[in-house]
């Protein structure tokens, strides 16, 4: 969404106070390391692959204007404390995080309500050229996207690497509402992303209005550097944070077998 869209919304900073578990447990006893597979892992079947952008100040975007990141340890077991304890404050859109529909429309479910079934299943990943910066009807109907169920774009974001670059990017890949409006109308459960907003820089929200009205969560800040064009099985889960218009998520992805 654009600066003034940004500065409007309602900004949600969170804050949790997690205790890191100080046990002391005896070693496991060592294991025989399995043999070396030499298939990277995001190509390999079977084996689920992070697609989620680690949250590190010094490495994970911050919109323009939005909260900054901050995480603490309280106390630290390294500097004598008995325990571990850690303080984390952060925008709700921070990193790999899904917009409820509560983010753009009125009365629309917040992150905590928003159902299960679109967030898990069968996704196609689409490559979009690094040329491209407008993902619009044109350009999705060059891909084949009509049989899918979610549809993932992998775009210049992460041939550029910039999920895992701190500095904020203006010409991100985005999703025109034309393309929303195809993608709404064809029944997709869920649209994501590889960069901290669907939406062009400084437009008017019609991306996510189209989405979001239809009930649609968009994935924003996936980190699809490892993975390529196909399908997938997806799992991404929102930390349940109640009556908020979104929260960060772990998403994972799993190659799946034709
Ligand atoms: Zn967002």
């Excluded at 994970?60 to 304890?85: Q, S, W």
């Excluded at 407008?134 to 049989?147: F, G, P, S, T």
């Amino acid at each position: 969404m654009g600066n003034h869209m940004r500065t409007q919304k309602s900004r949600f900073y969170w804050t949790i106070v997690a205790a890191a578990a100080a046990s002391v447990m005896g070693c496991a006893p060592q294991q025989q390391a399995p043999a070396q597979v030499a298939i990277p892992d995001a190509l390999a079947p079977k084996r689920w692959v992070d697609v989620t952008a680690t949250l590190d100040p010094a490495t994970t975007p911050i919109y323009e204007g939005d909260a900054p990141m901050k995480f603490e340890f309280l106390k630290d077991l390294r500097k004598g404390d008995a325990v571990t304890l850690s303080k984390y404050s952060l925008g709700a859109h921070s990193g790999t995080h899904i917009d409820a529909p509560m983010h753009f429309v009125r009365d629309g479910a917040p992150i905590d309500r928003v159902p299960l079934e679109p967030l898990m299943g069968p996704a196609r990943v689409i490559d979009i050229p690094d040329a491209v910066q407008a993902i619009d009807a044109a350009e999705l109907n060059r891909h084949q996207w009509r049989d899918a169920q979610r549809v993932i774009f992998r775009t210049r974001s992460s041939v550029r690497g910039w999920m895992v670059s701190s500095n904020f990017h203006r010409d991100f890949a985005y999703i025109a509402p034309d393309a929303a409006q195809l993608l709404a109308d064809a029944g997709v459960q869920l649209v994501g992303i590889d960069y901290i907003s669907a939406e062009q820089f400084g437009a008017p929200p019609r991306t996510h209005r189209i989405l979001l009205g239809r009930g649609i969560p968009i994935v924003e800040g996936l980190s699809l550097e490892a993975v390529r064009a196909g399908d997938y099985d997806l799992i991404v889960l929102p930390i349940k944070i109640a009556e908020h218009e979104a929260a960060p998520a772990r998403a994972v992805l799993r190659k799946r077998i034709p």
